[in-house]
């Protein structure tokens, strides 16, 4: 689900009544409930990303490739011909009972220069953001940590791909 925060997808669900559209993060918010319960999720809808300069990037800390994620970071940004952020979305699996957008560090780097400095205070603002949870796979301390290594690894894979040298 984080790629599909970042990417500002929308859901369709259908039930008896017909068929609504929802943004990802408020589906995520209200699956379960009574509003959805009798729902069947039919349709995934990503909007074409519009501009140049931009980057995304996926991070994933598991056993394998295949297990279930320890934590998992989406990251994509937009910087302008200065190397100014335009805007910048950080989505963070496996530390909450559902994917989480990192939405005051996200506001933070907007209007910023993307450079090391930018980055390394984004991974730590987001460590910062996150109260993760204490399970068999991991402690929460371990997973706060893996956040911010992961957000910078992200960071640092857009900042590559929107063309800007750290």
Known sequence: ???LLVL?????VANA???RKL???EYLAVRGTKGLRQSLLVEVVV???KGRRCGWSFQKLGRTALDISVVNVAAGLQVDGVGRIQWARIALGAVAATAIRAGATEENLRGRTLNAQAVSE???GVMREVSPIT???ASAAYRREM???LTRRALEECAIQAGCAL
């Open 17 to 19: 009544k017909g068929r």
């Open 47 to 49: 909007p074409a990303t």
């Open 23 to 25: 943004p990802v993060a």
């Open 8 to 12: 500002d997808a929308v859901v369709v």
């Open 147 to 149: 956040c911010r290594v």
């Open 1 to 3: 689900m984080t790629p």
């Open 135 to 137: 399970d068999v796979r």
């Open 122 to 124: 984004a991974a730590e």
